[in-house]
């Protein structure tokens, strides 16, 4: 089945330790998303990718980068995970641009920082 | 910037009965899309409903139906004869419409409901 993966579904790093969290989509979507839900709050958009095209939200910490290599993959980089990066990450995909295209979601990764 | 307000952390009722889950939202855009997500125990966001704010008629998905009052801002959601397999995080969230050549702008998502479904 077609979906959007991200692996590991739970990772653990240390303060102040790089971390990598991946996304991988079957879907041939070209929008793809990154949000963070912390614990009892909202899902919050961190960055976007239209085909190759990166867009990154004005309150996005500069501790988070991401990178897309190809249509299939997207990845979050944390330089310097802060205790206040522990959060569910989540990767979600979408065909086209525009609000009458639906998001797909990946399950995924909980972060936690030690 | 567009604001999403779910103001029920939590409800609870038993299974076949209905239940209505509310949201409000603040935006100056005319032209959005409102969306309800279910985040299922350790499963992936899916899509329940969406409404075009262009649209009068309230959107229905089988068992699940909207009351979208533009005017006041407001977009419940009203699940009839509710199952186990409603029990969920469910998340209100909305989307301005973006036209080639514009950006591709995320969801801003309320804080979420958790309905939990009582056999």
């Known amino acids: 089945d077609a979906m959007v993966i991200q692996n590991p579904r739970y990772q653990v790093t240390q303060f102040g330790k790089p971390v990598t969290l991946s996304c991988s989509q079957t879907l041939n979507h070209n929008v793809m998303y990154w949000y963070q839900q912390k614990s009892s709050q909202a899902p919050k958009l961190l960055f976007h990718?239209?085909?190759?095209?990166?867009?990154n939200e004005a309150d996005t910490p500069d501790n988070f980068q991401s990178r897309r290599p190809n249509t299939s993959f997207c990845f979050l980089d944390i330089r310097s995970p802060g205790l206040g990066d522990a959060a569910m990450y989540l990767c979600?995909?979408?065909?086209?641009?525009?609000?009458?295209?639906?998001?797909?979601f990946g399950p995924g990764t909980r972060l936690t920082v030690l | 910037a567009q604001t999403v307000t779910q103001s029920q952390p939590e409800m609870s009722v038993q299974e076949a009965e209905t239940v209505t889950l509310s949201c409000t939202y603040d935006?100056?855009?005319?032209?959005?899309?409102l969306f309800w997500y279910k985040q299922p125990p350790s499963r992936q966001m899916i899509l329940v409903i969406r409404q075009e704010a262009y649209k009068q008629q309230n959107a229905t998905e089988n068992r699940f139906s909207v009351n979208f009052q533009k005017a006041a801002k407001s977009f419940s959601l009203k699940i009839s004869d509710s199952q186990l397999g409603d029990t969920a995080m469910y998340f209100c969230a909305f989307m301005k419409q973006t036209y080639s050549g514009g950006g591709a702008d995320g969801l801003t998502f309320g804080k979420g409901t958790h309905l939990i479904i009582q056999p």
């Open positions: 979600a995909t979408s065909p086209r641009r525009g609000a009458h295209n639906e998001q797909f």
């Open positions: 990718y239209y085909d190759k095209d990166f867009n």
């Open positions: 935006t100056s855009e005319s032209n959005y899309y």
